[in-house]
């Protein structure tokens, strides 16, 4: 299964992007989406997830209220809208899924099955 994410670039502090997530298998029907981050030097931490195609969202505590993740199924893409970006949320972000994730490994990148290849998200001062 692979996972394509894209959507990143520069943009300014305050500014918004939205990242996609797609695959062109049905991955997303009743599987854990969710992304992570990684920023130079810095391990790789949980920014948001769907839980099971979509039953709950979670977030990580620095990005609740300004990043919303939501799905398509019909598009097989899962979106991460990001808004009132800061320069702390720099950082490469990763897609990943997994059919089986159970929810106390929600936010362990190890858990995960599938992942895609990142798209780097860079927000100036």
């Known amino acids: 299964v692979q996972l394509q994410a894209s959507g990143g670039g520069l943009v300014q502090a305050g500014g918004s992007l939205r990242l996609s997530c797609s695959t062109s298998?049905?991955?997303?029907?009743?599987?854990?989406a969710t992304w992570f981050r990684q920023a130079p030097g810095k391990e790789r931490e949980f920014v948001a997830a769907l839980w099971r195609g979509g039953q709950r969202t979670y977030y990580a505590d620095s990005v609740k209220g300004r990043f919303t993740i939501s799905i398509d199924n019909g598009k097989n893409t899962v979106y991460l809208q990001m808004n009132s970006l800061k320069p702390d949320d720099t950082a490469v972000y990763y897609c990943a899924a997994d059919p089986t994730l159970i929810l106390s490994s929600l936010r362990n990148p190890q858990a995960y099955d599938y992942w895609g290849q990142g798209t780097l998200v860079t927000v100036s001062s």
């Open positions: 298998e049905r991955t997303f029907g009743r599987s854990t």
